[in-house]
């Protein structure tokens, strides 16, 4: 393995000059593609932290999500080292042992390209309760340890925790943390707010001077949630800010859990993983995160299962939702997805709620247009969007990450009226992206992903 950092020079992030996106120091774009991996820290040992990791960068994870003071018997279930995180559960007194296995996961991590998304705790321990643990005092404390700690890493601060500001004493606990990561890093580095879901940021922390971007958590209540509202509803505020959906319906966990009646067999697959990414960065999110039931809480036999985990964390690994995630950023990138605003106009005809809602985007210069469909009907298109002499046309497979030319050459292009496109299948599990865009001539064929 390769011991230099693959982000030297490129730790810090930044928000774009349009407000839409992050991006890097240098001004490339950055893709935010999130894996919920909250007890990282908390539950793996080294070995397990670099498989974890290895893993998640091979498939195109760009952060992944984890907190210092976890949720599950944070402060009182030791590491896989025997420590916990802080003396005496004081704030003021973190355990430097244990952050030295922090710094470790986060140092791997840097070396394989990828950020962390730094929760410094979970939200019950800093929420009016019995559980809390934080005073405004203790939490600039411990920011400032924090901050300090990790300025030059590769991370981005979420605070938040699934929990929500709702009282002034919360409020002020939560400015004094964002204020003390803020003096411990110099403010190098980003911050934003995981919402209890279903939740935004926004709702509650819009006003707030700290908070970088918005993120939402659409949960797991209900199939066929539309993801893309909470980008919509973000996206419409002043001022602007990037968002993105930090806490999606997991792969495997189980249907509407928190609901009274749920039932435990019926659990969210790779499509309904799909469906959530692809509806909430077609609606202009900057990325998006994923999760697996069994790996938030690094699951195995011998653990206690959390919402009714099942497979160990280890063989999760290899479920078809983590890879489809890749696909889709790899796919993002290569349309420069910076460069592309929704625009449901473009579509004259089709499904524009429920399951099959098609969601569209086009190029901010007009090149070109992506649709969505998730369950692969049929829609009619106003194609003057797109201006150009010849086009190409095809249809993108998000399970395989497949392009698929229908016209065997680059078409001339007369696009004044609508045309109704058909997808190759249809069905639940069987979504499709189209898309139509602008080439210089007719030997002039794109490649998949556009490279």
Same mark, same amino acid.
């Given at each position: ?72 018997? =944070?402060?009182?279930?030791?590491? /896989?080292?025997? %420590? ?26 840097? $070396? ?18 019995? &559980? ?16 300090? *700690?990790? $300025? ?21 606990? #939560?400015?004094? %943390? ?18 209890? =879901? ?20 659409? &949960?797991? !209540? ?5 993801? @893309? ?10 001022? #602007? ?22 039932? $435990? ?7 309904? +993983? ?8 077609? /609606?202009? /999110?900057? @990325? ?19 919402? +009714? ?16 995630? @890749? ?6 990138? !290569? ?10 106009? #473009? ?27 998730? *369950?692969?009907? &049929? ?48 069905? *639940? ?20 992903? @556009?490279?």
């Amino acid at each position: 393995m390769d011991t230099v950092n693959k982000l030297s020079g490129r730790q810090s992030l930044k928000i774009a000059e349009n407000g839409r996106y992050i991006e890097h120091i240098d001004g490339t774009p950055f893709f935010y593609l999130g894996d919920t991996a909250w007890e990282l820290f908390h539950r793996l040992n080294r070995q397990e932290a670099i498989s974890y990791l290895e893993d998640r960068a091979s498939k195109g994870f760009s952060i992944i999500q984890a907190v210092a003071i976890a949720e599950i018997n =944070g402060l009182t279930e030791p590491n /896989a080292y025997g %420590l916990l995180p802080l003396i005496d559960n004081d704030p003021s007194r973190p355990n430097e042992s244990y952050f030295e296995h922090v710094d470790f996961i986060i140092d791997y991590a840097g $070396r394989l390209g990828l950020y962390i998304g730094f929760l410094p705790t979970w939200g019950k321990y800093w929420k009016t309760g019995n &559980s809390n643990i934080f005073t405004p005092e203790t939490a600039r404390a411990y920011g400032q340890f924090l901050g300090k *700690r990790y $300025r030059t890493k590769s991370i981005i601060w979420i605070l938040g925790g699934d929990q929500n500001v709702v009282t002034k004493e919360e409020r002020s606990i #939560i400015d004094a %943390l964002a204020g003390g990561l803020r003096e411990g890093d110099s403010g190098k580095h980003l911050i934003t707010f995981h919402p209890r =879901g279903p939740g935004q940021s926004s709702r509650q922390l819009h006003d707030a001077a700290w908070l970088d971007f918005h993120m939402s958590q659409s &949960s797991h !209540a209900a199939y066929d949630h539309d993801t @893309g509202l909470y980008a919509e509803y973000d996206l419409g505020l002043t001022p #602007i800010r990037p968002t993105l959906d930090g806490e999606p319906r997991y792969e495997c966990i189980p249907v509407g859990f928190y609901l009274r009646d749920h039932d $435990r067999i019926k659990r969210f697959d790779d499509y309904d +993983s799909r469906q959530a990414g692809w509806w909430s960065v077609m /609606a202009g /999110a900057c @990325g998006h995160s994923y999760g697996n039931n069994n790996i938030w809480q690094m699951w195995q036999p011998g653990r206690e299962p959390v919402i +009714s985990a099942n497979i160990p964390w280890y063989e999760a690994l290899h479920h078809p939702g983590a890879r489809q995630m @890749g696909i889709m950023r790899r796919f993002m990138e !290569a349309h420069a997805f910076h460069t592309l605003i929704p625009d449901q106009t #473009i579509i004259f005809d089709g499904a524009k709620s429920g399951s099959s809602k098609i969601r569209a985007m086009r190029a901010v210069n007009d090149s070109k247009i992506i649709v969505y469909t998730p *369950r692969g009907e &049929s829609f009619t298109l106003d194609q003057s969007t797109v201006k150009a002499a010849y086009v190409s046309q095809s249809w993108f497979d998000p399970r395989y990450g497949v392009n698929y030319e229908f016209r065997l050459s680059p078409r001339a292009w007369d696009g004044q009226t609508f045309q109704t496109y058909a997808p190759p299948t249809s069905g *639940r599990g069987q979504d499709w992206i189209l898309v139509i865009q602008k080439v210089n001539q007719e030997s002039d064929i794109p490649t998949p992903f @556009g490279n």
